[in-house]
Protein backbone atom coordinates (compact mmCIF):
# COMPACT_ATOMS: atom_id res chain seq x y z
CA UNK A 1 0.00 0.00 0.00
CA UNK A 2 0.89 3.66 -0.65
CA UNK A 3 0.38 6.76 1.53
CA UNK A 4 1.22 10.41 0.85
CA UNK A 5 1.39 11.97 4.42
CA UNK A 6 1.51 15.95 4.28
CA UNK A 7 2.68 18.58 7.02
CA UNK A 8 -0.17 20.57 6.98
CA UNK A 9 1.78 23.64 7.26
CA UNK A 10 5.53 25.45 5.97
CA UNK A 11 8.12 27.35 7.86
CA UNK A 12 7.45 28.79 11.28
CA UNK A 13 3.17 28.77 11.10
CA UNK A 14 1.39 29.03 13.90
CA UNK A 15 2.19 30.45 17.04
CA UNK A 16 0.27 28.82 20.12
CA UNK A 17 -0.92 31.54 22.06
CA UNK A 18 -0.51 29.25 25.01
CA UNK A 19 3.17 28.96 24.53
CA UNK A 20 5.30 31.14 21.72
CA UNK A 21 7.92 28.29 21.52
CA UNK A 22 4.92 25.92 19.54
CA UNK A 23 4.82 26.35 16.04
CA UNK A 24 1.92 24.15 14.02
CA UNK A 25 4.61 23.86 11.40
CA UNK A 26 7.19 22.48 13.69
CA UNK A 27 4.64 19.48 15.74
CA UNK A 28 3.04 18.32 11.88
CA UNK A 29 6.67 18.44 10.66
CA UNK A 30 8.14 16.12 13.10
CA UNK A 31 4.98 14.12 13.90
CA UNK A 32 4.44 13.40 9.71
CA UNK A 33 8.19 11.95 10.00
CA UNK A 34 7.35 9.82 12.92
CA UNK A 35 4.13 8.24 11.39
CA UNK A 36 6.45 7.89 8.10
CA UNK A 37 8.79 5.87 9.90
CA UNK A 38 6.28 3.58 11.49
CA UNK A 39 4.06 2.88 8.54
CA UNK A 40 7.12 1.82 6.92
CA UNK A 41 7.63 -0.99 9.06
CA UNK A 42 3.97 -2.24 8.09
CA UNK A 43 5.98 -2.18 4.38
CA UNK A 44 3.30 0.92 3.66
CA UNK A 45 5.53 2.69 0.87
CA UNK A 46 4.89 6.34 2.20
CA UNK A 47 5.46 9.57 -0.13
CA UNK A 48 5.49 13.04 1.45
CA UNK A 49 4.34 16.49 0.21
CA UNK A 50 7.63 18.75 0.96
CA UNK A 51 11.38 17.90 0.67
CA UNK A 52 12.07 20.03 3.68
CA UNK A 53 9.74 22.04 6.02
CA UNK A 54 10.92 25.37 4.57
CA UNK A 55 9.30 24.34 1.49
CA UNK A 56 5.88 26.18 0.42
CA UNK A 57 3.98 24.50 -2.18
CA UNK A 58 0.59 25.02 -3.01
CA UNK A 59 -2.57 23.14 -1.39
CA UNK A 60 -3.72 21.28 -4.34
CA UNK A 61 -0.72 20.77 -5.72
CA UNK A 62 0.06 18.61 -2.16
CA UNK A 63 -3.36 16.66 -2.24
CA UNK A 64 -2.63 16.08 -5.86
CA UNK A 65 0.55 14.55 -5.19
CA UNK A 66 -0.93 11.52 -3.36
CA UNK A 67 -2.05 10.31 -7.20
CA UNK A 68 -1.59 6.59 -6.71
CA UNK A 69 -1.82 6.61 -3.26
CA UNK A 70 -4.42 4.84 -0.94
CA UNK A 71 -4.86 7.48 1.24
CA UNK A 72 -4.08 11.14 1.98
CA UNK A 73 -3.33 12.55 5.24
CA UNK A 74 -2.88 16.12 6.04
CA UNK A 75 -1.49 16.89 9.56
CA UNK A 76 -2.44 19.64 11.81
CA UNK A 77 -3.45 21.43 15.47
CA UNK A 78 -6.38 23.12 15.01
CA UNK A 79 -6.67 26.91 16.70
CA UNK A 80 -10.12 28.26 17.70
CA UNK A 81 -9.96 32.00 17.98
CA UNK A 82 -7.35 34.20 18.28
CA UNK A 83 -5.89 33.67 22.32
CA UNK A 84 -6.11 31.00 24.44
CA UNK A 85 -8.98 28.82 25.10
CA UNK A 86 -8.44 25.92 27.08
CA UNK A 87 -11.94 24.92 27.11
CA UNK A 88 -12.05 23.58 23.80
CA UNK A 89 -10.25 20.05 23.50
CA UNK A 90 -10.89 18.02 20.77
CA UNK A 91 -9.49 15.77 17.59
CA UNK A 92 -11.51 16.25 14.34
CA UNK A 93 -10.98 15.24 10.96
CA UNK A 94 -11.85 16.62 8.03
CA UNK A 95 -12.76 14.73 5.56
CA UNK A 96 -13.00 14.12 1.61
CA UNK A 97 -17.18 15.16 0.62
CA UNK A 98 -17.12 11.93 -0.97
CA UNK A 99 -16.98 10.00 2.21
CA UNK A 100 -14.63 7.47 0.50
CA UNK A 101 -12.34 8.67 3.80
CA UNK A 102 -15.14 8.63 6.32
CA UNK A 103 -13.97 5.15 8.32
CA UNK A 104 -10.46 5.24 8.40
CA UNK A 105 -10.60 9.17 9.84
CA UNK A 106 -13.47 7.99 11.80
CA UNK A 107 -10.90 5.48 13.47
CA UNK A 108 -7.88 7.82 13.51
CA UNK A 109 -9.93 10.71 15.44
CA UNK A 110 -10.74 8.62 18.11
CA UNK A 111 -6.89 7.46 18.02
CA UNK A 112 -6.11 11.01 18.98
CA UNK A 113 -8.64 11.26 21.49
CA UNK A 114 -7.70 8.11 23.20
CA UNK A 115 -4.10 8.74 22.78
CA UNK A 116 -4.07 12.81 24.30
CA UNK A 117 -6.84 12.34 26.28
CA UNK A 118 -8.95 15.10 24.85
CA UNK A 119 -11.72 16.43 26.95
CA UNK A 120 -14.49 16.07 24.37
CA UNK A 121 -14.56 13.45 22.10
CA UNK A 122 -12.95 12.95 18.09
CA UNK A 123 -15.61 13.95 15.55
CA UNK A 124 -15.38 13.69 11.36
CA UNK A 125 -16.41 16.62 9.71
CA UNK A 126 -17.11 17.22 6.23
CA UNK A 127 -16.83 20.92 4.63
CA UNK A 128 -17.96 21.43 0.96
CA UNK A 129 -17.03 24.07 -1.09
CA UNK A 130 -18.16 25.78 -4.29
CA UNK A 131 -15.75 23.43 -6.12
CA UNK A 132 -15.93 20.16 -4.32
CA UNK A 133 -14.28 20.47 -0.89
CA UNK A 134 -13.81 23.32 1.09
CA UNK A 135 -10.39 22.28 1.76
CA UNK A 136 -7.25 22.56 -1.36
CA UNK A 137 -5.46 19.28 -0.07
CA UNK A 138 -8.49 17.12 0.55
CA UNK A 139 -10.28 18.46 -2.86
CA UNK A 140 -5.92 18.04 -4.65
CA UNK A 141 -6.75 14.37 -3.14
CA UNK A 142 -10.18 13.84 -4.37
CA UNK A 143 -8.89 15.00 -8.20
CA UNK A 144 -6.83 11.82 -8.40
CA UNK A 145 -8.63 9.34 -6.57
CA UNK A 146 -7.34 9.14 -3.36
CA UNK A 147 -9.12 9.12 -0.26
CA UNK A 148 -8.23 12.44 1.64
CA UNK A 149 -8.71 14.09 5.00
CA UNK A 150 -7.06 16.48 7.33
CA UNK A 151 -6.79 15.51 11.15
CA UNK A 152 -6.48 18.41 13.32
CA UNK A 153 -4.78 17.00 16.58
CA UNK A 154 -6.90 19.17 19.36
CA UNK A 155 -5.93 22.68 19.51
CA UNK A 156 -2.61 24.62 19.94
CA UNK A 157 -5.02 27.48 21.99
CA UNK A 158 -5.46 25.02 24.35
CA UNK A 159 -2.52 25.03 27.03
CA UNK A 160 -2.72 21.55 28.16
CA UNK A 161 -2.64 20.42 24.52
CA UNK A 162 0.25 22.55 23.85
CA UNK A 163 2.26 21.12 26.30
CA UNK A 164 1.35 17.63 25.44
CA UNK A 165 2.20 18.45 21.63
CA UNK A 166 5.68 19.35 22.67
CA UNK A 167 6.95 16.65 24.10
CA UNK A 168 8.62 14.45 21.67
CA UNK A 169 7.87 11.25 23.46
CA UNK A 170 4.29 11.60 22.93
CA UNK A 171 4.60 12.03 19.06
CA UNK A 172 6.45 9.15 18.72
CA UNK A 173 3.30 7.51 20.55
CA UNK A 174 0.95 9.52 18.66
CA UNK A 175 2.60 8.15 15.35
CA UNK A 176 2.77 4.70 16.72
CA UNK A 177 -0.72 4.35 17.70
CA UNK A 178 -1.78 6.34 14.09
CA UNK A 179 0.24 3.46 12.12
CA UNK A 180 -1.24 1.03 13.92
CA UNK A 181 -4.85 2.06 13.47
CA UNK A 182 -3.76 2.77 9.89
CA UNK A 183 -2.14 -1.36 9.82
CA UNK A 184 -5.05 -2.65 11.18
CA UNK A 185 -7.81 -0.62 9.18
CA UNK A 186 -5.66 -1.89 6.18
CA UNK A 187 -5.48 -4.94 7.27
CA UNK A 188 -1.13 -4.63 7.22
CA UNK A 189 1.01 -6.53 9.05
CA UNK A 190 4.50 -6.19 9.98
CA UNK A 191 6.79 -7.72 7.14
CA UNK A 192 8.07 -10.97 8.89
CA UNK A 193 8.67 -12.82 5.54
CA UNK A 194 11.23 -10.05 4.74
CA UNK A 195 13.15 -11.64 7.24
CA UNK A 196 15.28 -14.80 6.43
CA UNK A 197 13.70 -18.43 7.52
CA UNK A 198 15.28 -19.48 11.38
CA UNK A 199 15.59 -18.46 14.97
CA UNK A 200 14.42 -15.87 16.42
CA UNK A 201 13.92 -14.60 20.02
CA UNK A 202 12.15 -11.92 21.99
CA UNK A 203 11.27 -10.74 26.06
CA UNK A 204 8.83 -14.12 25.70
CA UNK A 205 11.15 -16.85 24.39
CA UNK A 206 12.32 -18.34 20.89
CA UNK A 207 10.21 -18.70 17.63
CA UNK A 208 10.81 -20.47 14.76
CA UNK A 209 10.15 -18.34 11.15
CA UNK A 210 9.65 -20.22 7.92
CA UNK A 211 10.63 -18.98 4.78
CA UNK A 212 6.85 -17.96 3.51
CA UNK A 213 6.87 -15.78 6.46
CA UNK A 214 4.70 -18.33 8.48
CA UNK A 215 5.87 -20.16 12.20
CA UNK A 216 5.16 -23.45 13.85
CA UNK A 217 2.33 -23.13 16.21
CA UNK A 218 0.64 -25.84 18.33
CA UNK A 219 2.91 -28.33 16.91
CA UNK A 220 6.08 -30.26 16.43
CA UNK A 221 9.22 -29.05 14.03
CA UNK A 222 12.34 -30.81 12.87
CA UNK A 223 14.65 -28.15 13.01
CA UNK A 224 18.14 -27.30 13.56
CA UNK A 225 19.16 -24.99 16.04
CA UNK A 226 19.88 -21.63 15.92
CA UNK A 227 24.41 -21.91 15.65
CA UNK A 228 23.42 -24.48 13.01
CA UNK A 229 24.43 -27.15 14.86
CA UNK A 230 22.67 -29.90 16.01
CA UNK A 231 18.89 -31.12 14.57
CA UNK A 232 16.25 -32.07 16.57
CA UNK A 233 12.57 -32.38 17.21
CA UNK A 234 11.09 -29.02 18.99
CA UNK A 235 7.59 -28.58 20.36
CA UNK A 236 6.29 -24.68 20.04
CA UNK A 237 3.01 -23.78 22.03
CA UNK A 238 -0.29 -21.86 20.47
CA UNK A 239 1.61 -18.85 20.02
CA UNK A 240 4.62 -20.00 18.25
CA UNK A 241 6.90 -20.41 21.38
CA UNK A 242 9.57 -22.79 21.85
CA UNK A 243 8.62 -24.89 24.88
CA UNK A 244 10.82 -26.08 27.48
CA UNK A 245 11.00 -28.47 30.29
CA UNK A 246 8.24 -31.14 31.00
CA UNK A 247 5.39 -30.35 28.77
CA UNK A 248 2.10 -32.12 26.88
CA UNK A 249 1.94 -32.07 23.21
CA UNK A 250 -0.74 -32.05 21.34
CA UNK A 251 -1.20 -36.21 20.77
CA UNK A 252 -1.90 -35.92 24.50
CA UNK A 253 1.50 -37.60 26.12
CA UNK A 254 4.17 -35.85 28.10
CA UNK A 255 7.52 -34.96 26.72
CA UNK A 256 11.06 -34.01 28.14
CA UNK A 257 11.86 -30.64 26.18
CA UNK A 258 16.04 -30.11 27.17
CA UNK A 259 15.67 -26.71 29.47
CA UNK A 260 19.75 -26.15 29.20
CA UNK A 261 20.48 -22.58 27.77
CA UNK A 262 22.76 -23.80 24.56
CA UNK A 263 22.53 -26.02 21.76
CA UNK A 264 20.04 -28.78 22.68
CA UNK A 265 17.90 -25.88 24.40
CA UNK A 266 14.00 -27.05 23.45
CA UNK A 267 15.13 -30.11 21.56
CA UNK A 268 13.08 -33.49 22.62
CA UNK A 269 14.31 -35.92 25.14
CA UNK A 270 14.23 -39.24 25.95
CA UNK A 271 15.62 -41.77 28.36
CA UNK A 272 17.83 -44.18 27.43
CA UNK A 273 18.31 -48.14 28.77
CA UNK A 274 19.72 -46.87 32.11
CA UNK A 275 16.76 -44.43 32.70
CA UNK A 276 19.01 -40.99 31.97
CA UNK A 277 17.29 -38.34 29.94
CA UNK A 278 19.24 -37.64 26.83
CA UNK A 279 18.50 -35.82 23.31
CA UNK A 280 16.72 -37.90 21.14
CA UNK A 281 18.23 -37.92 18.04
CA UNK A 282 16.11 -39.06 14.83
CA UNK A 283 16.09 -41.80 12.45
CA UNK A 284 14.02 -39.64 9.37
CA UNK A 285 14.17 -42.67 7.18
CA UNK A 286 13.15 -45.53 9.94
CA UNK A 287 10.64 -42.25 11.44
CA UNK A 288 12.13 -43.15 14.95
CA UNK A 289 14.13 -42.21 17.76
CA UNK A 290 17.54 -43.65 17.64
CA UNK A 291 17.73 -45.04 21.03
ZN1 LIG B 1 -3.23 23.53 10.30
Known amino acids: MKICLDAGHYGKYNQSPCNSAYYESDMVWKLHLLLKKRLEEYGVTVITTRP ?4 NRALYDRGAASAGCGLFLSLHSNAVGSGRNDTIDYPAAYCAINHSADDIAAKLAACVEAVMQTKQEGRIEHVPGKNGDYYGVVRGAT ?3 TPGLILEHSFHTNARSTAWLMDDGNLEKMAQAEADVIALHYGLTKQQAQRPAGWYEDEKGWWYQNEDGTYPKGCWAWLREATGGTEG ?8 YMLTGAQIAPDGKMY ?4 APGIHEG ?3 VTNDQGVLRIAEY ?3 RRRYKL
Do not use: H, I
Open 52 to 55: NQET
Open 143 to 145: AVG
Open 233 to 240: WYLFDDAG
Open 256 to 259: YLCE
Open 267 to 269: QCM
Open 283 to 285: DME
